[in-house]
């Protein structure tokens, strides 16, 4: 970290203004070369300053230079803001000029590595930084909100005191063991306080699993017979003519995607190619591909068309689709049928149409109701959202339910504090408070340039 | 007395015998100088040996070759194994030793040492040549040299003895204290604490009346601190210890004549140790509480004095009478020795190398109270590893330095280097995270070989090792190739395993992972060879029955050993090390961790500083590697 680093840090392409970021020892010094207006070196820090960058006396763009000087600033180095106007060719030949004059370009998500290793950022705050950027609805950057003002690591940090608590009272008993007048930690009272840890654990992960889905939206796939009107369906919900509907059952083979945004859920629309036996080869590759994804998928939509005088191989396919959240929705609800449903009372049914977009309301009810979304909406948010933290946070939770169990077998404490003490460590690992080897490197690849 | 010896030992308690025993053992000329032989191997304190974690301490000493457990294994009139409910990996010996008999008992194990001799004097200052130790300067001016110099001067330094408002310029019993030798330390550059402890009263056992006193027992079946010796007491003749309690009385005492402790007047300035709080603060501390445990042990077989643990204050003499008489059973006791406080100074262990060397001046070790610790076994662990690493520095070789995962005296040494310490340091099972591995029945599985090595281990001994290890491999071979099916199932094992049908074989391996089953089980029911000793089944059946947690505790120590191995060069500049944040950079260049490792276990070095650490490691020591 001993060079200066810099990156265009808002988005390319749009705006009418880029801001090129610098950031490290010289990142005031290179600028001020750079640039026809005051003295930079001499400024006081957190000022803004008009004039020109040039470039052998040639002005190139009329900028505003926001000067903040270590430590207060995002990395916690000296740091330069240029405020570019010139359009996006102007700003790429500002940022070469910088390159020209000593600045590295920075790496993916070097300037947020940078604030985590001079200790301005946990680690939890450098994920949802990420989080935060790549987020594309409101709701997704609310919660990398939440997580940047440490809530979350509060809450972790409340459980881990708790378990703290429980430890010290055991390694009393351990260390001290003649003294009677030292409550005796036996299982009655151990149990009940280790099942309140995997209480709040598990509200944690529970929490969590909407978290994911309020960050990464909620991947629904369309399955159902060949010619039902699984493509109308993903048209008239994206209300646009993304796949190509005709009435020659076999018209969609490979997988179609959109998405459509569902009171501020992201929903993943994937249509798929109809599930049929066919000896064409693309096709083939397509309904395979339809069992795949399906198999990923958060929510799967069954389209059943309301005219079909045969329900026997959709009931067969159905069954199959066990341990997945489910919707057998019957279109053509418009059309005339002699077909009762009550097969499928156990299921959640949907009648509607592709005639409107009303047609598909009930639908999109349903799904708000199963994913809790209007729920989700109201609710404060502080949930773990990487898979990262997750299985952390699973991981901790089967280290406390090993505690219960082998309590409950009669394993002496000697043991068991050793199960309590990797859920506390686990739960170490998610807010960074445990060093780990590898994980850094890790985390800080999935950066976007520039923050 | 001659006016050069190899190796010097200033102080005779529990770590400077250790590492005389040790340096004289590997052949060099020693000196021991105390103030009074009648002294060596004084305990002053409690009359026992051991306790948790201390206990596993001395079996630890034992397996690298010290004394501590032999002395003790002799002198001592109860043993006790504590925590037997709390588990395998917990348990710990303590010993009641006769105060009279341990401290003989020592002497003459050291007087054996032909090239060891002990010297009465005190010693005013050190002479440093090229920062290498290469002498010491005595009382009256006299001059030793020296190659190596190891000091253990206990609570000697500088002591005061408070009682109420007196203070007596003096250090335990009345002995003569070192008045200038801290002064010098401190002017070369060492950082002095002043530390505190403390001592209860002393009893006549006459005087107490025992009858409504719950009495404490040794335990009945034969128990050593060593690996080589066989017991030697008479189990069914061992002494007694008793349980008795503070009064609402006591209390009241202490809360009405709070200022005259000398604690609670502004007399004391050292700093107490939170686990061992006299009775005023135990009272103070903890007011909710309605009465505080005590136990009255005896000193010794050969005097009448009894130890009230529990109850070290600082109260004038005439408070103490009050106190004592308010306790039950000591009505009408009869005070031999009233308790007192003692400060003293010690040096700041982060002066300190991992082989107990100090960094700021060559060939200098310190071991035992000096470093900040307290406690009889802790001492003499720190001895044992400074005589050894001084004659190991003599002999060209490398230090040996327990890592945390090895031994209780690793972990200790460890603290001491790496956090520091602001209080007496005392060992806890608690401070020890691989303590599944660091057990009593296995300090000789993991130690003796290094003892054998050094050359404190002697040939029998180790065959003796070799022995054991070899039929612990024989055990589990045997219940792993023995198979129960139906044909071969005894009717009493088939009860326990609660299953109508043997549908298929156990081994019985597998079975002893089961809680209800034990290899005395198969034993007794002929299944297996009966020729194994009971040593050797407690351990066997312990890696069986807990092999799960022994594993996940490999696994971690395993990531710990893959930063151990992460050398830090002598050579850093921490202030080259970009982004550190200021507290981490200034604990580092003071601690000078050897190992990635130990940097991580620094309080103030955060997660990130080892990060920026570990990035300047790579990018400037990377191309030479």
Known sequence: MDTTICAISTAVGTGAISIIRVSGKEAISIVNSVFSGVDLTKVNTHTIHYGFIVEEDNKIDEVLITLMKSPKTYTTEDTVEINCHGGISTTNKVLEILLNKGCKLAEPGEFTKRAFLNGRIDLLKAEAISDLINSETEKARKLAINQIEGKLSKKIEYIRKNLIQIQASIEVNIDYPEYDDIEVITNQNLIPNLNKILFDLNELIFESENGRIIKNGIDVVILGKPNVGKSSILNTLLEEEKAIVTNIPGTTRDIIEGKINLNGILLNVIDTAGLRQTSDFVEKIGVQKSINVSEKADLIIYVIDNTTANLAGDIKKITNLNNKKLIIFINKDDMSSKNKYDKFNKYNVVMGNTISTNGLDKLKNKIVEMFNIKYLDTKDFSYLSSARQISLAKKAKNAIENAINNLNEGISIDMVTIDIKECYETLGEIIGAVYQDDLIDELFSRFCLGK | ?625
């Open chain 2, 1 to 625: 007395m001659k006016n050069k010896y190899d190796i010097i030992v200033v102080g005779g308690g529990h770590a400077g015998c250790e590492a005389s025993y040790v340096a004289s053992k590997l052949n060099f000329n020693v000196a021991l100088i105390t103030s009074n032989i009648n002294n060596i191997a004084d305990m002053p304190c409690n009359p026992s040996i051991g306790g948790t974690a201390k206990g596993i301490v001395v079996r630890e000493i034992d397996a690298l070759g010290g004394l501590m457990g032999k002395i003790a294994d002799r002198s001592h009139f109860q043993i006790k194994m504590l925590n037997n409910s709390k588990g395998p990996a917990v348990r710990s010996l303590r010993a009641q030793a006769d105060k009279k008999i341990y401290p003989q008992e020592m002497l003459k194990e050291l007087k054996k040492l032909k090239n060891l001799t002990i010297i009465e004097a005190m010693v005013e200052d050190i002479i440093v040549n090229d920062n290498t130790i290469t002498g010491i300067i005595l009382e009256n001016n006299k001059v030793i040299n020296c190659k190596s110099l190891i000091l253990t001067t206990g609570t000697y330094l500088k002591s005061h003895v408070l009682v109420g408002s007196e203070i007596k310029k003096e250090g335990p019993h009345g002995e003569r204290r070192s008045l200038n030798l801290s002064d010098n330390l401190k002017k070369r550059g060492f950082e002095i604490l002043r530390l505190k402890t403390g001592t209860p009263q002393r009893i006549e056992k006459n005087s107490i009346d025992y009858s409504n006193l719950k009495p404490e027992y040794g335990d009945l079946t034969p128990l050593t601190f060593s690996f080589d010796n066989p017991p030697l007491y008479d189990i069914n003749n061992q002494e007694l210890c008793y349980v008795t309690y503070t009064s609402p009385e006591t209390h009241k005492i202490i809360n009405d004549n709070l200022e005259k402790s000398a604690m609670y007047s502004g007399n004391v300035k050292g700093v107490g140790a939170r686990y061992c709080p006299s009775i005023e603060d135990k009272i103070v501390r903890f007011a909710d509480k309605e009465r505080h445990q005590l136990f009255l042990e005896p000193e010794s077989k050969f005097t009448n004095e009894i130890y009230i643990q529990g109850f070290s204050t600082s109260m004038p003499y005439d408070v103490q009478e009050k106190l004592v008489h308010s306790l039950p059973g000591l009505e009408k006791a009869k005070i031999l020795k009233y308790a007192y406080a003692i400060e003293y100074d010690a040096i700041n262990p982060l002066h300190l190398k991992p082989s107990l060397e100090t960094k700021i001046i060559n060939n200098l070790y310190t071991a035992g109270q000096i470093n900040g610790t307290s406690g009889y076994e802790e001492a003499a662990g720190q001895g044992l590893i400074a005589g050894i690493n001084a004659s190991l520095k003599l002999q060209n070789k490398e230090p040996l330095i327990l890592k945390r995962n090895e031994s209780y005296i690793g972990v200790l040494i460890d603290d001491l280097v790496t956090k520091g310490t602001i209080e007496p340091y005392r060992l806890l099972t608690s401070r020890a995270e691989y303590r599944l591995i660091l057990r009593h029945d296995n300090a000789d599985l993991r130690l003796r070989k290094y003892g054998y090595e050094i050359g404190l281990i002697n040939k029998i001994q180790y065959n003796k090792l070799i022995k054991k290890e070899n039929s612990i491999n024989d055990l589990i071979n045997e219940l792993k190739i023995k198979r129960l099916s139906k044909k071969n199932i005894p009717l009493n094992v088939l009860d326990k395993i609660k299953e109508k049908q043997l549908t298929s074989g156990y081994s019985l391996y597998e079975l002893i992972k089961r809680p209800e089953f034990k290899i005395i089980d198969f034993i007794n029911n002929k299944l297996i060879n009966s020729k194994y000793s009971n040593d050797i089944i407690e351990t066997t059946e312990f890696l069986i029955k807990y092999e799960g947690y022994i594993n996940k505790t490999y696994k971690d120590i395993k990531r710990l050993l893959k930063l151990e191995e992460k050398q830090i060069p002598k050579d850093i500049d921490y202030d080259k090390v970009k982004n550190i944040a200021t507290e981490g950079r200034q604990k580092l260049k003071q601690i000078k961790p050897l190992t990635i490792a130990q940097a991580t276990r620094i309080s103030g070095v955060n997660p990130a500083d080892i990060s920026m650490l570990i990035i300047y490691l790579k990018k400037e020591y990377s191309n030479n590697e």
